[in-house]
Structure formats: structure tokens, C-alpha cells
């Protein structure tokens, strides 16, 4: 069974968290919510609160089979500050794992050099990204190992996305179906 790490950090975006979350278990893939510390109680940018399976400094690389930021300022900046999550990022990408960002969350992927050319996110974030290969025409791109989207309302296609990417297009294709997610 593929196992993906979706880290936590204060000001994560809810939206895309819990739509990742649901999207990726509903097809059968072991899904990790981590904390960046021991307080597993993770507040996000509107204030919910999401109760983390474990702390990230308990997860490897050979744990996982992708990890996945969601979005949200706050949360974002956290986990491009934060050297375990920096670590596995360039980790994962040296060993070609798939990596998934959401929102603001491809500035966390730049700060760790593992951004490729071709990626979204939220609109005015790429201003924060140190080269160019932003396409706002996309709800999600995919570039070599590396999965990005947009923003909240694109947080059930991309999260199907991630579905395809580990399980394949027949299992997507059910949950879209079961999903009425006619818009990816």
C-alpha cells in the first residue's frame, strides 16, 4: 500500500488538507498527517484545529511514498523554515519520490531546490519563487516528480491527481465519478 506524509504546520489552508486527506484515504492509500513538533494539535488558517497523527521528526524517507504541503501563508512559511521538512523534501527528490504542493506550498518546495521548471500555485505567490515556469492555466501540473495546484477550490482535482499518480487512472477515475468531480 502507498503511504503519503501531508505535514502540518500553524496556518496550514483547511480546505486543502482535509481534501487531500479524504481524496487520497477514499482510494485505499495510507495517508500520515504529521506535526512539526510533539503538539499534534495543528491550528489552521481559519482556525480549525486537526489532530496530527505523529511529529514529523519521526518519519523517513523510506517511510513514505510522497509527501504532500498544503497551502496557507503561515503554514507554508513554517515549512519552508523548518530543516526536517527542508531534508526530506531534497531527499525525496533525490531519490525521485513523488512530491506534491498546493497553494502557497510550492515556496517551500523553491526553498528547498527541488521546484522544477514547470509548476502552479496560488496567484501572486510566484513573485516569491526564484524562477520563472509559473502557468496559471492549470488546475494541477505535473513536472518530472514534482505535482502542484492552484489553491482551495483545486484541492479535490489535485488530490485526485495524487490518486493517479500512486494507484492509477481506473481507481481516479471512480472517485472523480463518486466525487461528481466533473470540473477536473
Not at 114 to 135: A, R, W
Not at 165 to 180: I, R, S
Amino acid at each position: 500500500m502507498a503511504v503519503v506524509l501531508v505535514p502540518l504546520a500553524t496556518g496550514f489552508e483547511e480546505i486543502e488538507a482535509v481534501s487531500i486527506i479524504d481524496v487520497v484515504r477514499r482510494s485505499g492509500i495510507r495517508v500520515i498527517v504529521a506535526s512539526l513538533d510533539d503538539d499534534f494539535e495543528v491550528r489552521g488558517a481559519n482556525g480549525i484545529t486537526i489532530k496530527a497523527d505523529l511529529s514529523i521528526k519521526n518519519i523517513s524517507v523510506d517511510d513514505i511514498d510522497m509527501v504532500v504541503l498544503p497551502g496557507g501563508w503561515g503554514g507554508t512559511k513554517l515549512l519552508a523554515e523548518d530543516a526536517k521538512v527542508q531534508s526530506l523534501l531534497k531527499e525525496m527528490d533525490q531519490k525521485g519520490k513523488h512530491i506534491g504542493a498546493i497553494c502557497a506550498a510550492p515556496f517551500a518546495l523553491d526553498k528547498a531546490g527541488v521546484l522544477k521548471e514547470k509548476f502552479t500555485c496560488y496567484p501572486s505567490v510566484e513573485e516569491e519563487i526564484s524562477h520563472n515556469g509559473y502557468d496559471a492555466t492549470q488546475k494541477v501540473i505535473s513536472d518530472k516528480n514534482i505535482l502542484t495546484s492552484r489553491g482551495p477550490a483545486t484541492a479535490i482535482c489535485f488530490g485526485l491527481e495524487i490518486v493517479n499518480l500512486l494507484v492509477g487512472e481506473e481507481k481516479k477515475a471512480a472517485l472523480k465519478e463518486g466525487l461528481l468531480a466533473d470540473f477536473c
